[in-house]
């Protein structure tokens, strides 16, 4: 299995910003793409953005221009970076990666950490 612990969420007022890491742990054999989703209150989890192990990241529209995911190989670690953060940002932020743990890759997520946008 593989696990998945973001960090870095919190209250932060807009035009703030905010890092989240998330490491994942496990018995993993590859990784090939790492991301980012969010869930607002009252509304279905959308794609922040995502990452290819070569480096290559797309981004949602919304996000393009703030925010910025980089990832460690190394250390099997996709972090996002948020910049000019607004108060439509506040979300539950959830990293996933689709990992290879035996023959086959499939998608694995984090438990969430809280983002909110507030003065």
């Known amino acids: 299995q593989v696990q998945l612990v973001e960090s870095g969420g919190g209250l932060v007022q807009p035009g703030g910003s905010l890092r989240l890491p998330c490491p994942a742990s496990?018995?993993?054999?590859?990784?090939?793409?790492m991301g980012w989703y969010r869930q607002a209150p009252g509304k279905e989890r959308e794609l922040v953005g995502t990452i290819i192990s070569g480096g290559s990241a797309n981004y949602a529209d919304s996000v393009k221009g703030r925010f910025s995911i980089s990832r460690d190989n190394a250390k099997n670690t996709v972090s996002l970076e948020m910049n000019s953060l607004k108060p439509e940002d506040t979300a539950v932020y959830y990293c996933y990666v689709n990992a290879r743990v035996g023959p086959t890759s499939r998608p694995y997520w984090g438990q969430g950490t809280q983002v909110t946008v507030s003065s």
């Open positions: 496990g018995s993993i054999f590859s990784i090939n793409v």
